[in-house]
């Protein structure tokens, strides 16, 4: 295949995945907020806005007041927000499109359908009322194009491309939430056990969409190490980081299959899965989170740019 | 079954003058009258969702808004008989062997200008004549791989050609999903009515162009690719839906290089030649080096590749002069230079306006012509008399005098109708015809059909999708 | 006469070259007037990716830069026979038609100083060309002086004439214009020439050939006021020096070392021509 459409559909699915775990996001922020008096609602929004890097782009503007109504829009459909989920999924499309060739009908007319149904959704202002089905409206898509591609491709190089992007993607969104959020899973922090707290780690799992599953495999007992190693080092969790790389091994094994080769991509995602399984949360947090999620963040960007290299994304 | 009379007495495809059903479309109109009413219309509706999902749509230049847009599909197929599909193939295969014959000639020795048929001043000035082609032969001896020609009919055995797109024709895919979208719509009237396959199109055209590979191709299949703009250029839709249906790969000239001696894209496994490239970007953009300087469409080197024997260009470059409107109207002497036949397939009558008697006409009856550019096309910079203002006339009059050999110009037509589904029945609308035509070493391919472009507008003469045409799904009936 | 020739140009280029092509029309073809005994290219920075004649008859190398390389060498070496035929090249060969020699380029295209520079011509130019072309010639050295640097690869006829001044490649353009403004076919030929007493030359040598019935095409070489003889080997012919360019350096992509304004692309010519002893 053309390094170009290896490029387009690594995108393509990086894009959606991005696009649906910022629905996540703003979903969890919202919630969060409705449960706050003003000023900590505020202070969610703003923290939604750093989590995403747009923290400096909403300021510009709309200067440092931050309120949930400007921050979804901006989030979601600010024309001046060349990062805002429409112009994601824009790009989505745009990507689908250039490698319209190497996608089968049925991942096309999913792509397509999403950006057809969330423009005409987002032409207008987004109000509180309409959030709820907007964000739904964003992951049903992405679900669908999932589907779509799960059922139809052929398992070939393409398909691991498109998996080896969203893993990557998913992985970095995981980890930015964690890095946002992390003081709040401090044990030092955690000593206080005020309700207040409760709600806090509940909201970094929602995030993510993993409230349920945590619940389900703790009985609900909360308590910040127990998040914290799920997602990162639960296996059995789609967000987790651990699962990822599962995810990347196994992708880019089977491309390494296919070409009869393997690149230094291998080799820095076999580092990091190593890495990854040899880490205890105890030595996560002796070592401290954010310095943690850091150094993972850099891999996994280091792993993204050794690919493209790799297959010759671009000349 | 309603029908609006034509505002000037055209020749009604469907009817009869007396209101009966014409033979070719008997089977169509009674599988038509046992339809519930609103059917078609709600069939239209669905069409319409369909295209746009699938994203079959083209852009406009200059549309500020529309960056892609619909052409409208009328579900009410085009017919013609196979007696009558007999007589264009006849006529199609013999005017596509003249224009290889001309472009290999035009590019050699230039026997039809020693020989006075065509003007020397024709070539000397136009600039679609390709210097760097001269002396060089393509392999398999092809200049056009793919030509589409268009047809109008005036009567029941009145086809002209009007036009001859002999450099990138488009227009194949709707062709193509036309057909897919009225089986998809109406599966029962292919039961009842015996309509000659076009799906296998995108499959003869890659036999076609993989026969055509280069000197340098050594193994057992080409490798073809089908070089693409980018996804902004109108027809994207096509090159993308061609080489999916190929099975070849969609390359930009970003993917491409000169690479040991061939031109070679760059894959996720390294850089692999290319044996044959069906280009769809203009030859003005197909290689920096020999041509626009400036282009990022093409890629530079690739002439000397071919010249080398490293590749296969289809359609070759420079083919545009065999198709420019001036050359067009000495089509009848090519055909018979070439061929030592008559013409089957008339020119529709076109005057010369480099030539002073046929501007002074022209000039005295600007209002019942059509004034084309000679080297303009989609219908852009032209006049159509009968239907513009007489200050819009006298502004054309002043162009056309201060560069008469700038312009041709033809009879309005009487073009042919079909009758098109309207809220209100079926309303005839002016029709032509674009027959898709391969060409290999192995000989002249032309799948049977083509594109029906329909003007949409009660009255109208122009079909072109850029201004408000549409399309049909074109049927030859089985014998 | 025997020639020996040695040619080499070499590009010194601002930083490594990521990617590049170069189109050489380095290689003399036997002909009247000239018989190649031995030639070769070799690069040094560049590998050969094809050859092949183009529409004027020339042999054309095109060479890709070997990415990373820092500077390219491209050296032409060889042993051509030469005869004295009076500037005349003879009949019009290939398949491009004469009318296009007579059509202007943008290097060549006529303004005020070529109408100055030819009239009065009009009426000789239909029936005697070839003395026309001598008297063209001679207005041509008067009014563009032979004069090294005042003019680069990309002046035109038009801004020599005006400038007075100019070098061969100049000169030819002139020539050239001027003889297609009178409805002459004209050509550029690049090429070499002899200098006595000079062994080494700062670059190749450029003239023009004019289409006379009956001889067909015959040089003139306004910078030494002669028509070539056995001194003169021709290399590439085309419309202008665009199409006969001997090294035509193309799409050349470097990754500048710093972007300062001072670090351009350097070229350098190593050029010797001498006579040898006949075997």
Not at chain 1, 98 to 106: A, D, L, N, P, S
Not at chain 2, 25 to 42: F, T, V
């Amino acid at each position: 295949m053309l390094g170009r459409s290896a490029n387009g559909i690594f995108w393509l699915f990086r894009y959606l995945e991005r696009a649906e775990n910022t629905a996540r996001l703003i979903e969890a922020g919202f919630r969060m907020a409705l449960t706050r008096d003003s000023g900590a609602a505020s202070e969610e929004w703003r923290s939604v806005l750093v989590t995403l890097g747009l923290h400096a782009a909403f300021a510009a503007r709309h200067g440092e007041d931050v309120t949930g109504a400007q921050v979804f829009n901006f989030v979601l459909r600010d024309r001046d927000n060349p990062a805002s989920v429409l112009a994601m999924i824009e790009m989505a499309r745009t990507n689908a499109r250039m490698v319209r060739t190497g996608i089968t009908r049925e991942v096309w007319e999913a792509v397509n359908e999403s950006w057809m149904k969330l423009k005409d959704m987002l032409a207008r202002p987004v109000t509180e009322a309409r959030l709820r089905d907007v964000l739904d409206a964003v992951r049903r898509q992405a679900t669908q194009v999932r589907g779509a591609m799960e059922g139809t491709m052929l398992r070939n190089d393409i398909y691991y491309f498109a998996r080896i992007g969203t893993a990557v993607e998913r992985a970095d969104n995981t980890a930015r939430i964690l890095d946002v959020k992390y003081y709040v899973l401090l044990p030092s922090l955690s000593a206080v056990g005020s309700s207040l707290d409760n709600v806090q780690w509940d909201n970094v799992l929602r995030a993510v969409a993993g409230e349920r599953a945590y619940r389900w495999l703790n009985a609900g007992q909360m308590d910040p190490r127990g998040i914290a190693r799920f997602l990162i080092l639960d296996e059995r969790f789609p967000r987790a980081l651990a699962f990822c790389y599962d995810e990347l091994s196994t992708n880019m094994a089977l491309l390494a299959r296919e070409y009869g080769f393997e690149t230094e991509a291998h080799a820095i995602q076999r580092q990091g899965q190593e890495w990854l399984a040899r880490l205890t949360i105890e030595a996560i947090f002796e070592q401290g989170l954010h310095q943690f999620i850091g150094e993972f963040l850099a891999c996994n960007h280091r792993l993204a740019q050794q690919i493209q290299r790799d297959y010759r994304f671009v000349e | 079954m309603t029908s609006e009379l034509p505002a000037e007495p055209s020749y009604d495809e469907m009817l009869e003058p007396d209101g009966t059903v014409r033979p070719a479309y008997e089977g169509y109109r009674r599988w038509l009258e046992a339809q519930p009413a609103g059917h078609l219309r709600r069939k239209g509706v669905e069409a319409e969702a369909f295209f746009r999902r699938t994203g079959i749509t083209f852009n406009v230049y200059g549309a500020a808004d529309a960056e892609e847009r619909l052409i409208p599909f009328d579900p009410v197929p085009r017919i013609i008989t196979a007696t009558q599909w007999r007589k264009l193939s006849r006529g199609i295969d013999q005017r596509v062997r003249a224009i290889n014959a001309f472009l290999h000639d035009l590019y050699h020795r230039q026997e039809i200008v020693r020989a006075g048929r065509v003007p020397e001043r024709l070539l000397r000035d136009n600039a679609a004549y390709l210097p760097q082609m001269a002396g060089f032969t393509p392999p398999g001896g092809v200049y056009t791989h793919i030509v589409g020609i268009d047809l109008v009919r005036t009567g029941e055995d009145d086809f002209m050609v009007l036009e001859d797109n002999a450099r990138t024709p488009s227009g194949v895919s709707y062709m193509l999903e036309n057909r897919e979208t009225m089986m998809a719509m109406f599966p029962e009237l292919f039961t009842r009515v015996r309509v000659r396959e076009v799906s296998d199109y995108p499959r003869r055209l890659a036999r076609s162009l993989a026969a055509c590979a280069p000197a340098a191709f050594a193994g057992d299949k080409p490798t073809v690719a089908v070089l693409t703009p980018g996804i902004y250029n109108s027809a994207y839709f096509e090159h993308a839906f061609l080489a999916d249906q190929m099975g070849a790969e969609l390359v930009e000239g970003s993917d491409l290089k000169v690479e040991g001696g061939r031109v070679a894209m760059r894959t996720t496994r390294g850089w692999q030649p290319v044996d044959v490239i069906y280009r769809r970007v203009d030859d003005d953009f197909l290689d920096p080096l020999s041509f626009n300087p400036s282009s990022v469409l093409g890629v530079a080197g690739i002439m000397d590749v071919y010249r080398a024997g490293g590749i296969t260009i289809a359609n070759a470059p420079g083919t545009g002069i065999s198709d420019d409107k001036a050359i067009y109207s000495f089509m009848p002497e090519i055909v018979e230079f070439y061929t030592g036949e008559k013409p089957i397939l008339p020119n529709v009558p076109t005057w010369r306006c480099s030539e002073p008697d046929a501007l002074a006409y022209v000039l005295d009856n600007l209002a019942d012509l059509v004034v084309k550019e000679v080297h303009g096309s989609g219908g852009y910079g032209m006049l159509i008399g009968p239907t513009s203002s007489k200050r819009e006339i006298a502004a054309f009059s002043a162009k056309l005098r201060a560069r008469p050999d700038n312009y041709i110009a033809q009879p309005t037509l009487s073009l042919s109708t079909v009758p098109i589904f309207t809220r209100a029945g079926l309303a005839p609308r002016h029709v032509d015809l674009r027959p898709f035509v391969l060409v290999s070493p192995h000989g002249i391919d032309i799948t049977p059909g083509g594109l029906t472009r329909v003007a949409l507008k009660k009255g109208s003469l122009v079909v072109n999708s850029s201004q408000g045409g549409g399309t049909k799904d074109s049927w030859v009936l089985d014998d | 006469m025997r020639l020996s020739i040695d040619h080499a140009t070499t590009y010194q280029f601002a930083g490594p070259v990521r990617q590049g092509l170069q189109r050489l029309r380095l290689t003399p073809a036997t002909a009247r007037g000239q018989t190649v005994i031995a030639w070769d290219i070799a690069c040094d920075g560049a590998v050969v990716e094809v050859g092949f004649d183009d529409e004027y008859g020339n042999r054309v190398t095109l060479v890709s830069l070997t990415p990373g390389a820092e500077a390219v060498t491209i050296r032409a070496q060889g042993l051509v026979e030469t005869r004295d035929e009076a500037g005349v090249t003879g009949r019009h060969a290939g398949y491009l038609p004469l009318w296009h020699f007579a059509r202007e380029t943008a290097l060549t295209a006529p303004g005020v100083g070529v109408g100055a520079l030819i009239a009065g011509l009009a009426e000789g130019a239909a029936h005697d060309r070839l003395a026309t072309l001598h008297v063209l010639s001679d207005r041509v050295a008067a009014a563009v002086t032979y004069a090294p640097g005042h003019t680069d690869v990309a002046t035109t006829a038009e801004a020599a004439l005006s400038a007075g001044r100019g070098v061969c490649q100049d000169q030819a353009h002139v020539l050239i214009a001027a003889a297609r403004a009178l409805g002459i076919p004209a050509r550029y030929v690049s090429g070499y020439l002899l200098i006595d007493g000079r062994e080494t030359q700062e670059a190749g040598h450029g003239w023009a050939e004019g289409h006379v019935d009956g001889l067909g095409w015959v040089g003139f070489d306004v910078a030494n006021a002669i028509c070539p003889d056995d001194r003169y080997v021709r290399l590439a012919v085309g419309r202008d020096y665009l199409d006969a360019a001997p090294v035509k350096g193309l799409t050349t992509a470097v990754s500048p070392k710093d972007r300062t304004a001072a670090a351009r692309d350097r070229m350098a010519i190593a050029l010797s021509v001498t006579a040898v002893s006949g075997a």
